[in-house]
């Protein structure tokens, strides 16, 4: 078992999933920034929540940039609280993300 903080350990994951995802199905969409921001603003428009459908909305159909976000006090917050709540997820997705790119990479 691991004894460090998730906190600690997270770089190193990222640093893994930077160097596979290249080699992933998900390396062209990775590589360009066009497509990922577009991928991005679609899955939020698709989401269940009604902000982030909102926002996603917007972003994707320039109505709204990404930092216009954080000019929108009710967009902002919740971004603030969404990370607050989740945020302590990202070392086990980041560690799940990892695993996967491994095993893709591993085919």
């Not at 991005?40 to 930092?67: H, V």
């Amino acid at each position: 078992m691991n004894d460090q903080p998730a906190a600690e350990g997270a770089p190193a994951d990222l640093a893994a999933i930077m160097r596979l995802a290249p080699d992933s199905p998900y390396g062209e969409l990775i590589a360009d920034d066009t497509s990922r921001r577009r991928t991005l603003y679609e899955l939020l428009a698709e989401s269940d929540d009604p902000l982030w459908k909102e926002i996603g909305t917007q972003l994707r159909d320039g109505q709204l940039g990404p930092r216009g976000i954080f000019e929108v006090e009710a967009y902002r917050t919740h971004v603030v609280d969404t990370i607050a709540k989740l945020g302590g997820d990202f070392p086990a997705l980041l560690a799940k993300t990892r695993e996967e790119l491994e095993a893709d990479h591993a085919d």
